[in-house]
């Protein structure tokens, strides 16, 4: 699934930024080794690279790494 899908509505967001976010997801799935785009985990990379860009990020490798931040925390909670 493209990134911009999780988008679609949103027009919050710019062609910029979305550009960043690809970058960010496309950074974050390669790290993490996820090639279904179908997988849970890629909606919830998704969703957090989002949820860091409505707060202002704006630069793909802290978007990436603020993401994976992220997955590691919660797993690291359960």
């Known amino acids: ?3 911009r899908q999780f988008v679609q ?3 919050s967001f710019g062609p910029e930024d979305l550009e960043i ?3 960010a997801f496309d950074e974050a799935l390669r790290r993490l080794g996820l090639k279904d785009r179908t997988d849970k985990v890629t ?3 998704a969703t957090t690279i989002i949820a860091f ?3 202002g990020g704006r630069n793909p ?3 990436c790494d603020g993401a994976l931040a992220s ?5 690291a909670s359960h």
């Open 9 to 11: 509505n949103d027009t």
């Open 61 to 63: 490798r802290t978007l």
């Open 53 to 55: 860009a409505r707060y």
């Open 1 to 3: 699934m493209p990134f």
């Open 21 to 23: 976010m690809t970058a």
């Open 43 to 45: 909606e919830l990379v």
């Open 71 to 75: 997955l590691n925390q919660r797993a």
